[in-house]
């Protein structure tokens, strides 16, 4: 897996290349605490380039939107694609994170 | 049609998983399944595998997990065995259950973990967990589908 990190105003752009999972979601994870340490704490993840990911990497998501929200931040997702929609959908996750189809779009609403 | 089965074998090491699960792509590309049941098996496996390490084994790494893949032509059957602590007998029924069971408008209780039985049981047509003197199995089948076009 590999992190393209940008900041872009206030917001910081995580896109997500290749595999989220197990063995690697403490590298995501950190990254967002790292950056909430320094008090920034507007995230947008671009899950455009994700190849794969498992529970393990949804309850990263999870758990990155929990510490954003609990610093009195945000985390917002871009690009969707269709399997990790249905896995959104199949665990419910469709109803905790604002989705949105383009950055542009998603960064108005930080 | 005579089944074709592969065995593969990992250590309980997490860094291994991805080793399954290119495997299992090679497998279900050349088995011609469509892209949505790759990708469904790929994910169920990998719940499965890592599922063995992190509770069967509780992250002993020197344990070993086994996957037989099996194609009877109108199925694939996975099954995932390691010979750690067992789940108990009603695991799969109630984390079905509890993986939706929470208030998405409470952020700060949404589970972190607890997914992935859930998904195997979504995913696939039939799942089936055995303890038997060699190991536990959690037996996983689904149907094949021809190609879209």
């Known amino acids: 897996m590999e992190l393209h990190i940008e900041a872009i105003d206030d917001v910081n752009v995580i896109e997500i290349i290749g595999r989220l999972e197990a063995a690697n979601r403490d590298a995501l994870k950190k990254a967002v605490e790292a950056r909430l340490a320094e008090a920034q704490t507007k995230f947008l993840l671009d899950l455009g380039q ?41 665990t419910r996750l469709d109803r905790v994170f604002e989705v949105f189809a383009e950055r542009s779009q998603a960064l108005k609403t930080f | 049609m005579t089944t074709k089965s592969i065995q593969l074998a990992i250590r309980s090491r997490l860094e291994n998983v991805p080793q399954i699960a290119a495997a299992l792509r090679g497998l279900c590309r050349a088995a011609q399944l469509p892209l949505e049941d790759c990708r469904a098996i790929e994910l169920c496996v990998t719940e499965a595998v890592v599922n063995s390490i992190e509770h069967a084994y509780g992250r002993d790494t020197e344990e070993e997990v086994g996957v037989t893949i099996s194609d009877d032509g109108t199925s694939i059957t996975i099954a995932v065995r390691d010979t750690g602590t067992p789940m108990a007998a009603d695991t799969l029924a109630r984390k079905k259950q509890e993986a939706i069971a929470f208030d998405p408008a409470d952020v700060g209780r949404i589970p972190t973990t607890g997914r992935g039985l859930a998904i195997i049981q979504s995913y696939m047509d039939t799942v089936d967990y055995r303890i038997e003197p060699d190991g536990n199995f959690l037996v996983m089948r689904k149907e094949k589908h021809p190609p879209e076009e």
Do not use: M, N, P
């Open chain 1, 50 to 90: 994700l190849d794969f990911i498992d529970s393990s990497g949804l309850g990263c998501l999870v758990s990155c939107l929990r510490s954003a929200d609990r610093a009195g931040g945000a985390l917002k997702i871009v690009a969707l694609q269709d399997y990790v929609a249905k896995l959104f959908e199949t």
